[in-house]
């Protein structure tokens, strides 16, 4: 063991600021938390042993503020950084001012993180260590010409990927020659372009996303202490995580644990990371990416692991060897609690948290960083906290989520808690009764949320009011009544709920107004389909409070179906919003860094051959992982 870690900077907020405050104290570790003035009154604040207020409205200013942590590390006394996952966690440039500061930084060192931290240096390391990347181009996009000669010798589709991306950000996947064309202009005619922020790699269809939790300390020694399943995600962002990944053959998962153990060496790495790759129907490996981090998911592989991670990445940035993996012992399952919507395809909303019950029991664990009363701010992450349920198989598993939600009341905000209930019912899932399990990464899109055409852009569909082929379920809702003494549920068509409650709409009216509804969001099922906005003809609104952060088209511009029209950030996540029609931009009504509610008007456009709505504008959100960890 080297230098010991006696007082730790835990440079985050949040759930994951709670659970490394919990194992340095349990490690006899002092600790310094900091927190913006949003945070001032979180539960991560008042458990360090020390907190420092980061003065300031924005990211920047606060949470990435480099040298006000730097200061804060200097005054405080700390000997050690822990950057949780997010925010600065990844940026070689304030691991590097903390290890010139004299201070343990608890992760990779920064020339580890600088080989791969960008998508494409990262997929030169992967060929430097004999591991296939996903088939593209390791340099930025340079031309069509280039695009186009991959695209027909590889098929499509294909993805444009933002070299800095990651969670799920700046991912477009593109079909045929007219939308990779479209792709092109759109971003070749923003003000000094940005094409060279992107690479293309070949889509690949119905895979598994499967990584390895693994470590590697500074004698040498590694392992991967659990893999994981990760294919169920929406927006290219993980919902559901599982440990061990299940259904995989021997010769896939020993090909799992090799590549992770050639791309940890090639970087020399120390520390905990994670190694994701693709894994075809037919047993193909293919690597995406390496995190230099902790993860969200990291505590299914804790439970089938028996490990405590944190203390594991504390032992080994001190200079100690890490544990051996253990055989995973039984099966485990993680669900986010995001505040989304699942009736309108999981756009994340805000609000204040009026009643929490969480879930307890056998093999029941809650990692939060809320209680009631609490605001869900724009601002921040929608993640509200972690529902990690284990048992000692899949199949139990799976009984045992399907109670746990059950359990579970969250009122104030929409949450994925009707969705979960569907998916952990749905066969082609849990693989029960004789079903194989089948779940791609684009299967939860296809199954629950957007039709396949758009799935595969993550967005919201867009269509004229009225169209044909709209392909939308009637959504409905659940109450529990009693009927001749005996309680019973009924389900509803929101048509008639709303009849019945005077045309009361809005979710979280008080009950004197809004009678028949359920007290929780957990009441429900899933809307499928398009969500039209009821707009005036042209008008393109707002889906959710945001901040504009880009417009990419002038007034008196003619746009066709599709096209990119402004970009908004919202909860972390940056969010696309197309054209839903054809048309010429007759107004624009907002600029870069202005804010808007949801329903505010953000272009109009005349639109060609269309009366009456132009429906809601196409949606397509990305998690940006430097403003916050999820992913």
């Not at 080994?316 to 055989?327: D, F, Q, V």
């Not at 993640?383 to 746990?404: C, F, I, N, P």
């Not at 269509?463 to 709209?470: D, H, T, V, Y």
Request: aromatic share 6%.
């Amino acid at each position: 063991m080297g230098q010991s870690v006696k007082k730790l900077l835990i440079a985050n907020r949040g759930e994951i600021a709670m659970r490394v405050v919990r194992t340095a104290r349990e490690m006899g570790i002092a600790t310094v938390a900091v927190y913006a003035e949003q945070d001032r009154g979180a539960q991560y604040v008042s458990l360090a042993d020390e907190a420092y207020l980061l003065p300031g409205d924005t990211y920047q200013d606060t949470y990435l503020n480099e040298d006000l942590l730097i200061d804060i590390l200097k005054r405080s006394g700390a000997d050690a950084v822990h950057p949780g996952y997010g925010f600065l966690s990844e940026v070689p440039s304030f691991a590097a001012k903390v290890e010139e500061a004299g201070a343990i930084w608890v992760g990779p060192h920064h020339t580890a993180l600088t080989e791969l931290g960008d998508k494409i240096t990262a997929r030169r390391v992967a060929l430097r260590a004999k591991v296939p990347p996903v088939p593209g181009l390791s340099e930025s996009v340079k031309d069509i010409r280039t695009l186009l000669d991959f695209a027909h010798t590889h098929g499509y589709p294909i993805m444009m990927k933002r070299t800095d991306g990651g969670g799920g950000h700046g991912i477009t996947v593109v079909r045929d020659d007219e939308e990779l064309r479209r792709f092109y202009t759109n971003h070749d005619a923003l003000e000094g372009g940005d094409l060279d922020e992107y690479f293309i790699e070949k889509f690949i269809d119905k895979a598994r996303h499967v990584e390895t939790q693994s470590g590697r300390d500074s004698h040498g020694n590694f392992t991967v202490y659990s893999t994981r399943d990760c294919s169920l995600q929406r927006r290219n962002q993980k919902l559901v995580e599982e440990a061990p990944a299940p259904f995989l053959t021997d010769k896939v998962t020993e090909t799992l644990v090799e590549y992770s153990r050639r791309l940890f060496t090639t970087v020399d790495y120390t520390g905990l990371g994670t190694c994701e790759f693709m894994v075809t129907p037919n047993g193909k490996v293919y690597f995406l990416e390496v995190n230099p981090r902790l993860q969200v998911e990291h505590t299914v592989s804790e439970e089938v692991s028996g490990l405590d991670l944190v203390r594991e990445q504390l032992n080994i940035a001190a200079g100690g060897e890490l544990t051996p993996a253990p055989e995973p012992r039984g099966h485990s399952f993680e669900l986010r609690i995001t505040s989304e919507d699942p009736a309108t395809n999981l756009t994340p909303s805000s609000g204040t948290l009026e009643r929490i019950v969480w879930p307890s029991g056998p093999g029941v664990r809650i990692d939060t960083g809320v209680v009631e009363g609490d605001t869900v701010s724009p601002k921040f992450d929608s993640m509200m906290g972690k529902v990690v349920v284990t048992a000692q198989d899949r199949a139990a598993a799976v009984a045992r989520v399907r109670r746990v939600l059950d359990e579970m009341v969250i009122e104030g905000v929409p949450t994925p808690i009707p969705l979960f209930k569907e998916i952990f019912r749905d066969d082609a899932f849990t693989a029960e009764h004789g079903h194989a399990f089948d779940v791609s990464t684009k299967w939860l899109e296809r199954t629950y949320l957007n039709r396949e055409a758009n799935a595969a852009r993550g967005g919201q569909p867009a269509s004229l009011a009225g169209a044909p082929g709209a392909d939308a379920k009637v959504a409905s809702e659940t109450f529990v009544i009693e009927m001749n003494d005996r309680r019973v549920k009924l389900t509803v068509p929101l048509d008639v709920v709303e009849n019945l409650t005077g045309g009361a709409r809005a979710r979280g009216a008080k009950r004197p107004t809004q009678p028949l509804r359920g007290s929780g969001s957990h009441a429900g099922t899933v809307a499928r389909g398009p969500v039209d906005d009821g707009s005036k003809s042209g008008v393109i609104a707002s889906p959710m409070q945001a901040v504009v952060t880009r417009v990419n088209v002038a007034e008196g511009q003619e746009v066709a179906k599709g096209d990119l029209i402004v970009v908004l950030e919202s909860m972390k996540m940056e969010n696309y919003v197309y054209a839903p029609a054809a048309g010429t931009v007759k107004k624009i009504f907002v600029g870069p860094a202005d804010g808007v509610e949801a329903g505010d008007t953000l272009v109009t456009l005349d639109v060609v051959g269309a009366s009456g709505s132009a429906g809601g504008p196409q949606v397509d959100a990305a998690d940006d992982k430097k403003k916050e960890g999820a992913e």
